[in-house]
Nanobody, 126 residues
Framework: QVTLVESGGGSVQAGGSLRLSCVASGPTASAYRIGWFRQAPGKEREGVAA????????YYADAVKGRFTISRDAAKNTLYLQMNNLKPEDTAVYYC???????????????????WGQGTQVTVSS
């Protein structure tokens, strides 16, 4: 029953930046992995970035490496996604998600997530 609420989406020009936030409530200790997914028009939902609080490990999709940074503020129960040098290909609805502990390393598989936010639209124009 973890609840996630995203914010920070908007419309920017290519090369611009946005910071997405996700505030969590409920039994957040059950969120072994937390991260961001996105779904663009006509495409499947894909993993963008994830982190495992137990060891601080982070993972990024190849398409965003070097441009996006995932971080969290445990005291505020908030997850962030700093997005720099945005490209039109980044246009999508971005979702915050969390999953319970599983015996898998498939961090980017949306089917393994147990909790989802409502999504926030990011639009990048040329």
């Amino acid at each position: 029953q973890v609840t996630l609420v995203e914010s920070g989406g908007g419309s920017v020009q290519a090369g611009g930046s946005l910071r997405l936030s996700c505030v969590a409530s409920g039994p957040t200790a059950s969120a072994y992995r937390i991260g961001w997914f996105r779904q663009a028009p006509g495409k499947e939902r894909e993993g963008v970035a994830a982190t495992f609080p137990v060891n601080g490990a982070t993972y990024y999709a190849d398409a965003v490496k070097g441009r996006f940074t995932i971080s969290r503020d445990a005291a505020k129960n908030t997850l962030y996604l700093q997005m720099n040098n945005l490209k039109p290909e980044d246009t999508a609805v971005y979702y915050c998600a969390a999953g319970r502990l599983r015996l898998t390393l498939r961090w980017a598989d949306p089917s393994l997530c147990d909790y989802w936010g409502q999504g926030t639209q990011v639009t990048v124009s040329s």
